[in-house]
């Protein structure tokens, strides 16, 4: 395809297009997010004032603040449910990948079985059974669902990474005088190592994603996780919509995500369509 | 791509080693079985646990606003589900916006992957961009929307689209539309991403022929692009269709509800959270779960065994 033809310029709309789509309702939020209470309802596409109040009040009055604890929360806890679903999904795409043994297809298909389930179905038992044992309402008891329902993400991903890994250098260590241990940590570690990270990405951003547990599960903002705390933002008084506090914080959480994507875009695109299409 | 290659074919290439188990396969079985066992029993906890003790409250009258009155229902919760007339309003809904937004997903992101394929500037620009909306909170991008259609905040009813002052989550039909834009702009680039994956694999030199035997653009895209991403396309819109089932987090946003918009994992909500009656919300549970079953048992029928997992052993 050449520069100045038909077909080029029918493609390069297209990008454009493409580009603007996605971005857009990022962008109207941000402009949301920056007008005064006053303006809000101007329905400008850009402020006429433009103003930080929205985002301060998020944070005023520190750990009361209507943000600071649950960004807290939303952060460790999306942390902690990525870290132990990817070391217990190593496990078993190491297994699935390396070691033959009956029952390989059960696990693999038992896991996307979950990841089809509906997590609806799940919400009254759980809410009923964690209030039972004293978990309902913590970090524990969001941690438990979301590494669930990572579980089988991380697990797809990782066999398909681990299948690329050629496994015949740790056999060429051992040769080489390394002890198992040095064979791993020198030579298997290092392959493995951007395939975990590239499911932990995703896994995180899952996680990071959820809101039915966070507002079946939590009463408080003790351990309510932002998109819940979003739902339920209340204005200063009565009578003004906390939009703009609304639009601040979404921006907020957004942030992270528009990080990954920056930096991480091959490796997102990489393991979003490993699992799914080589498994 | 391997699609239709049953585990079996794999296992059958390595029976001749397992000719009597020798004692290193006897070792590498059980140490295969530790290292699945805790992911296993993770999500069993949550998942099949969850169920069978959804399935039993669903058979008991048990509302924790009235906690005298429970006890043994039999099947009484689910034919109140069943014989109401919300129920059905529902799980239209559901599948309304399913079917409808599924379908232009497709029909979108085969025109994105396409133009990612082709791309030649841009490539990276076009990839960072489509994985913000699939990246971002899905909270978030309902709220985005609600505030560009909300009369009160949003600049669609001062554009083209909508001259006139519209209250667009004022009844049904608009606010399924603006529900439908909302999962469509979140989950197109989702689509798009796995039918490129499709797109790559096919050879270019099938091109090339097709243009020598003088098939124009739309006979290569039918006959070439079509019947070989079938499989990435079966495998696409498994995935989307049981999450476009789901839909709550826009729902749930936008119009809460209301005008008749419910999905079904909003009226199971309203019936276990908003109204903590845990014994018809248990019902309206396993009616869920159950239509998901059907759903993807129809889609592995219909597609042949072209689902991930089938054709682990490469």
Redesign the interface.
């Known amino acids: 395809m050449k520069r100045g033809t038909r077909e080029y310029t029918i493609w390069s709309v297209g990008i454009v297009v493409i580009i603007i789509a996605a971005l857009f309702p990022v962008f109207w939020l941000l402009m949301i997010s920056l007008k005064t209470p006053a303006t809000v309802g101007d329905k400008r596409l850009v402020p006429k004032e433009w103003t930080f109040d929205n985002y301060e009040a998020l944070f005023k009055g520190g750990f009361d603040s209507p943000l600071l604890q649950p960004l807290i929360n939303s952060i460790l806890i999306a942390l902690i449910a990525t870290t132990i679903a990817i070391f217990l999904a190593s496990f078993t795409a190491y297994a699935i990948a390396r070691l033959s043994f009956p029952g390989k297809s059960l696990v693999l298909g038992g896991s996307l079985a979950i990841a089809m389930f509906p997590p609806i179905s799940t919400v009254g038992p759980l809410f009923d059974m964690w209030r039972a044992i004293g978990i309902y309402d913590t970090y524990v008891g969001l941690i438990i669902p979301y590494l669930t329902f990572a579980l089988p993400l991380a697990i797809y991903t990782l066999v398909a990474f681990f299948r690329e890994i050629p496994w015949e250098l740790e056999q060429a260590a051992a040769v080489d005088g390394a002890t198992p241990l040095q064979a791993f940590r020198k030579v298997i570690a290092p392959l493995a190592a951007p395939g975990m990270f590239t499911a932990a990405i995703l896994v995180f951003i899952f996680c990071w994603n959820d809101f039915l547990f966070a507002i079946t599960l939590t009463s408080s903002n003790e351990s309510r996780t932002v998109p819940a705390a979003i739902a339920f933002f209340t204005g200063e008084s009565q009578f003004t919509a906390p939009t703009g506090n609304i639009a601040a914080a979404a921006i907020l959480v957004t942030i992270p995500i528009i990080l990954f994507v920056l930096f991480f875009q091959r490796r997102i695109v990489a393991g979003l369509t490993a699992g799914a299409v080589k498994g | 791509?391997s699609t239709a290659a049953p585990?079996q074919a794999g296992a059958a290439v390595?029976k001749p080693k397992?000719v009597g188990l020798t004692e290193r396969?006897r070792a590498?079985?059980k140490?295969?079985?530790m290292?699945?066992a805790?992911?296993?029993l993770?999500?069993l906890?949550?998942?099949a646990?969850?169920?069978l003790?959804?399935i039993v409250?669903s058979l008991q009258k048990k509302d924790l606003r009235f906690p005298d009155e429970s006890g043994f229902a039999g099947l009484d919760n689910y034919i109140t589900v069943l014989s109401s007339g919300l129920w059905w309003t529902v799980v239209g809904n559901t599948l309304f916006i399913t079917v409808v937004s599924v379908i232009i997903e497709l029909i979108l992101g085969m025109?994105?992957a396409l133009?990612?394929h082709?791309?030649?500037?841009?490539r990276?620009?076009?990839?960072?961009?489509?994985?913000?909306?699939?990246?971002?909170?899905?909270?978030?991008?309902a709220?985005?929307?609600l505030?560009?259609f909300d009369p009160?905040?949003?600049?669609v009813?001062?554009t083209f689209l909508s001259p006139d002052d519209k209250a667009w989550f004022g009844e049904r039909g608009s606010a399924l539309f603006v529900i439908i834009l909302a999962e469509v702009?979140k989950t197109t680039?989702?689509m798009a991403?796995?039918l490129?994956?499709?797109l790559t694999?096919i050879d270019e030199g099938l091109y090339e022929a097709a243009r020598v035997d003088g098939a124009n653009a739309w006979q290569r895209f039918v006959k070439i692009t079509l019947p070989l991403m079938k499989p990435?396309i079966a495998?696409?819109l498994?995935?989307r269709t049981?999450d476009a089932?789901?839909v709550?987090?826009s729902i749930?946003?936008m119009t809460r509800g209301a005008q008749d918009t419910q999905s079904?994992?909003i009226l199971?909500?309203d019936q276990?959270?908003g109204r903590l009656n845990?014994g018809l919300?248990?019902a309206v549970?396993?009616l869920?779960?159950l239509m998901?079953l059907v759903i993807?048992f129809l889609f592995v029928k219909g597609f042949g065994a072209a689902?991930?997992?089938?054709?682990?052993q490469?």
Not at chain 2, 152 to 155: D, I, M, V
Not at chain 2, 307 to 312: A, I, K, L, N, R
């Open positions: 791509m585990p390595e397992k396969a590498e079985r140490l295969a079985w290292l699945c805790p992911a296993v993770v999500m906890l949550v998942t646990y969850p169920i003790y959804a409250l025109i994105i133009v990612m082709r791309a030649i500037f841009g990276g620009a076009v990839r960072t961009a489509v994985l913000i909306p699939y990246g971002i909170v899905t909270v978030v991008a709220f985005a929307w505030y560009a009160a905040t949003g600049f009813n001062d702009w680039p989702f991403l796995l490129l994956a499709g694999t990435a495998v696409a498994l995935f049981l089932f789901r709550f987090d749930f946003i079904v994992s199971g909500y276990l959270m845990l919300g248990s549970s396993v869920i779960f998901v993807a689902v991930p997992g089938q054709g682990d490469r």
